[in-house]
């Protein structure tokens, strides 16, 4: 074996918390190598102390093999090289080592060839001006070495977000990267973009560049890994070759316990509509209707759940229901009232509660602390709120517990919103939304970036909301979780609900077709699940049960 990496007894201290502790990696040269664990486990870390970003408060980085070999006749293992001291990135890059952060951090009015160059642009007439010719020149070259097809040209706005991560990939290389670091890079790729960015991997390392990708995902690890090596709770708690561990193997490394894997959901006598909606419409941004008369119920202690590809009107619907969006037509009732011109405080105060899709723009403001956003819809309500002043004392203790009562690391409610990994601030997003005592939660894509250990855990809370009587609106891109969780299920296409099915005798081909905007045939195993009212609207009546007619009027 040949390293390209090794990290040696990295301890790394923050004030109040050890992210990483004593923690050894070897990574193999022209191998993929994952790097796994929990939200918080410390794996981000880790990477940023090996790309300058952070200095080791104890341990050695050494690359490109320094260190790696004891001398002839030394048997203590000590190393014959000096460890490498990466005071900033740019010393880690010109050691060979690149990152590509979760966030890319790229130019959008410049072109793929500018951003690729950004800051290493050939010169020419004497170092006077940039030689776009050449830049473009070489950005091609580099695409054709490693088989990438990216128009050098294109303004960085026009492209996808997978041609973006590809330009990331290609600045690094361009500025000679021979271990490039990528954190989480599935997060926020379609599918499709998910196999192209695995045959990226096996053209890089095919011409003997090394790859370390972090990760929570089981599957991508196993899928796209040489080796993987599972952190918990900042410590290095096993390497394990891809080929020779199963998926609950790696899962009982990661969260330290057994880990079901499986919904199990109580029989829940369904109770009173709690939400209902009646024809309603919404436009997107750009004045298109996003939302066509779709009528839906959602009951106490009832999951329904929405599925469909991501861009067919779910974020319209959700947002129209939540008070964050005005609807064109149609009416919403919470509770057998219309409250369609309800402001969203007050359908929160009333007892709505919402989990964002975008927990950064909708969810958390980034620059409070943990306290500041636990308040976030409650800051003007009882008990974080008297005679028009905030009662601090409460308000840190509210946010204290849902630390605690939902393992939100590090544990220290000062802590900025901006610092916690995107996993963490979903798990604080979602305790403050649940702790609410809601009477209905609508939670759009709730594990989103959240690792095994927590998504079952915010799985049972879901289930547990349920129980009591609660109704939930859930929406995921995640088939197996919506139908997992799901009592009844609607699939919407195009801006419309195509059925409403049940979600244990359908099977994925016909929710595929359902997402594809197909009519399930007449053979088909799935049993409609659409409530009276619901399908007389489909039919073209105009009410349904909660006494709520088309736009809103009562009957």
Not at 81 to 108: C, E, K, T, W, Y
Not at 320 to 338: C, K, M, N, W, Y
Not at 485 to 495: E, Q, T
């Amino acid at each position: 074996m040949e390293p390209a990496v090794h990290l040696d007894g990295i301890t790394k201290r923050f004030p109040g918390v050890v992210a990483n502790d004593d923690v050894d990696l070897v990574v193999e040269r022209g191998s993929v190598h994952a790097l796994l664990g929990e939200n918080g486990a410390g794996k981000t870390t880790l990477m940023n102390v090996l790309y300058g970003l952070y200095e080791p408060t104890e341990g050695d980085v050494y690359v490109n093999g320094d260190g790696l070999e004891a001398a002839d006749d030394d048997t203590t293992g000590r190393y014959v090289d000096a460890p490498r001291r990466f005071d900033s990135p740019a010393d880690a890059i010109d050691a060979g080592v690149g990152m590509i952060h979760q966030h890319f951090m790229l130019v959008d009015p410049m072109t793929v060839t500018e951003n690729i160059t950004l800051g290493n642009e050939p010169r020419k007439w004497g170092g006077l001006a940039v030689d776009g010719d050449r830049a473009r020149s070489e950005v091609v070259d580099l695409c054709d070495r490693y088989g990438f097809d990216v128009d050098p040209d294109a303004t960085l706005a026009d492209v996808s977000v997978g041609v973006q991560q590809r330009v990331e990939i290609l600045k690094a290389l361009y500025r000679g990267a021979d271990v490039l670091i990528l954190d989480e890079p599935t997060a926020v790729l379609t599918p499709q973009e998910v196999e192209d960015l695995f045959s990226v991997f096996e053209e890089l390392t095919a011409q003997g560049k090394t790859i370390i990708f972090i990760t929570h995902k089981l599957g991508e690890a196993m899928h796209a890994a040489d080796d993987i090596t599972v952190l918990r709770d900042g410590e290095n708690v096993g390497t394990v070759a891809a080929d020779d561990v199963t998926r609950k193997q790696l899962a009982e490394l990661m969260v330290g316990r057994e880990v079901l894997g499986t919904v199990e959901k109580p029989p829940v006598e369904r109770g009173e509509p709690v939400l209902s909606v009646d024809r309603l419409s919404a436009e997107d941004e750009r004045g298109v209707e996003a939302v066509s008369e779709v009528s839906l119920s959602v009951h106490e202690g009832e999951v329904f759940g929405i599925a469909g590809v991501d861009g067919n009107g779910q974020a319209e619907l959700v947002e129209a229901i939540t008070g964050l969006r005005e609807p064109t037509t149609g009416s919403v009732a919470f509770e057998r009232e219309d409250v369609t011109e309800w402001s969203r405080q007050r359908r929160i105060d009333e007892g709505m509660a919402y989990i964002p899709e975008d927990r950064h723009e909708r969810g958390l403001v980034m620059a409070f602390d943990l306290t500041e956003n636990g308040l976030l819809g409650s800051q003007h309500s009882r008990p974080f709120a008297e005679s028009g002043r905030i009662e601090w004392g409460h308000a840190r203790t509210h946010a204290q517990d849902i630390i605690d009562e939902y393992d939100v690391r590090p544990p220290n409610r000062d802590t900025k919103a901006a610092s916690l990994s995107g996993g963490n601030q979903q798990k604080f997003i979602v305790g403050r939304e649940f702790e609410r005592d809601p009477a209905l939660v609508v939670a759009t894509h709730p594990t989103r970036g959240v690792d095994i250990g927590s998504t079952e855990f915010i799985h049972d809370r879901l289930l547990e909301l349920r129980s009591a009587g609660k109704a939930v609106l859930l929406v995921s891109s995640k088939l197996e979780e919506v139908q997992g969780l799901s009592d009844r299920l609607a699939v919407m296409h195009d801006g419309e609900i195509m059925d409403v099915v049940d979600p244990e005798t359908v099977t994925e081909e016909e929710i595929g077709l359902l997402m594809a905007g197909e009519q399930l045939p007449e053979e088909s195993s799935a049993t409609s699940l659409r409530t009276d009212s619901e399908t007389e609207v489909a039919d073209g009546e105009t009410t349904d049960d909660t006494g709520v007619a088309a736009g809103g009027e009562k009957r």
